[in-house]
Protein backbone atom coordinates (compact mmCIF):
# COMPACT_ATOMS: atom_id res chain seq x y z
CA UNK A 1 0.00 0.00 0.00
CA UNK A 2 2.98 1.88 0.43
CA UNK A 3 3.97 2.28 -3.01
CA UNK A 4 0.07 2.97 -4.58
CA UNK A 5 0.37 6.48 -2.31
CA UNK A 6 3.18 7.36 -3.73
CA UNK A 7 2.61 6.66 -7.05
CA UNK A 8 -1.37 8.34 -7.06
CA UNK A 9 0.79 11.53 -5.61
CA UNK A 10 4.08 11.83 -7.33
CA UNK A 11 2.83 13.23 -10.46
CA UNK A 12 0.01 15.24 -9.06
CA UNK A 13 2.85 17.40 -6.56
CA UNK A 14 5.37 17.20 -9.36
CA UNK A 15 3.00 18.84 -11.99
CA UNK A 16 1.59 21.20 -9.12
CA UNK A 17 5.19 22.37 -8.88
CA UNK A 18 6.23 22.73 -12.24
CA UNK A 19 2.49 24.69 -13.12
CA UNK A 20 2.88 26.53 -9.93
CA UNK A 21 6.22 28.23 -10.61
CA UNK A 22 5.63 28.55 -14.30
CA UNK A 23 2.52 30.50 -13.39
CA UNK A 24 4.20 32.48 -10.30
CA UNK A 25 6.51 33.64 -13.32
CA UNK A 26 4.54 34.68 -16.06
CA UNK A 27 1.41 35.58 -14.44
CA UNK A 28 2.05 38.05 -11.46
CA UNK A 29 -1.22 39.14 -11.05
CA UNK A 30 -2.49 35.93 -10.29
CA UNK A 31 -0.04 35.01 -7.41
CA UNK A 32 -2.79 35.19 -4.76
CA UNK A 33 -5.01 32.13 -5.70
CA UNK A 34 -2.41 30.41 -7.16
CA UNK A 35 -0.91 29.81 -3.96
CA UNK A 36 -3.65 28.96 -2.22
CA UNK A 37 -4.31 25.92 -4.63
CA UNK A 38 -0.39 24.85 -4.18
CA UNK A 39 -1.41 24.84 -0.40
CA UNK A 40 -4.35 22.38 -0.72
CA UNK A 41 -2.44 20.28 -2.97
CA UNK A 42 -0.04 20.10 -0.45
CA UNK A 43 -3.10 19.51 2.10
CA UNK A 44 -3.73 16.12 -0.26
CA UNK A 45 -0.23 15.11 -0.07
CA UNK A 46 0.14 15.77 3.69
CA UNK A 47 -3.48 13.46 4.28
CA UNK A 48 -1.58 10.87 1.85
CA UNK A 49 1.03 10.66 4.23
CA UNK A 50 -1.14 10.49 7.21
CA UNK A 51 -2.44 7.48 5.95
CA UNK A 52 1.24 5.71 4.58
CA UNK A 53 4.21 6.80 5.86
CA UNK A 54 6.86 7.20 3.19
CA UNK A 55 10.28 8.60 3.52
CA UNK A 56 10.15 9.18 -0.14
CA UNK A 57 6.96 10.87 0.40
CA UNK A 58 7.71 13.11 3.02
CA UNK A 59 11.02 13.90 0.82
CA UNK A 60 8.82 15.08 -2.48
CA UNK A 61 6.08 17.13 0.63
CA UNK A 62 9.21 18.59 1.74
CA UNK A 63 10.55 20.36 -1.61
CA UNK A 64 6.91 21.01 -2.18
CA UNK A 65 6.72 22.67 0.79
CA UNK A 66 10.15 24.93 0.22
CA UNK A 67 8.88 25.84 -2.80
CA UNK A 68 5.45 26.95 -1.99
CA UNK A 69 6.82 28.99 0.98
CA UNK A 70 9.59 30.51 -1.44
CA UNK A 71 7.17 31.47 -3.49
CA UNK A 72 5.13 32.58 -0.98
CA UNK A 73 7.76 34.71 0.65
CA UNK A 74 8.39 36.60 -2.42
CA UNK A 75 4.82 37.22 -2.84
CA UNK A 76 4.49 38.96 0.43
CA UNK A 77 7.55 41.10 -0.36
CA UNK A 78 6.42 42.40 -3.75
CA UNK A 79 4.58 45.71 -3.19
CA UNK A 80 1.11 45.72 -4.19
CA UNK A 81 0.60 48.57 -7.58
CA UNK A 82 -0.82 51.40 -7.71
CA UNK A 83 -4.65 52.13 -8.80
CA UNK A 84 -4.38 54.13 -11.80
CA UNK A 85 -5.86 57.40 -11.59
CA UNK A 86 -7.21 58.26 -14.80
CA UNK A 87 -7.69 62.54 -15.77
Not at 42 to 52: F, I, P
Request: hydrophobic content about 50%; some cysteine.
Amino acid sequence: MDQEILNALILPLLFSLAVGVYGFIRMPEKRGPLLLNLMLLQLVGVYGLHLEHSTTLFGLLSVHCAAVFVMLVRHLQTPEPLPQQHS
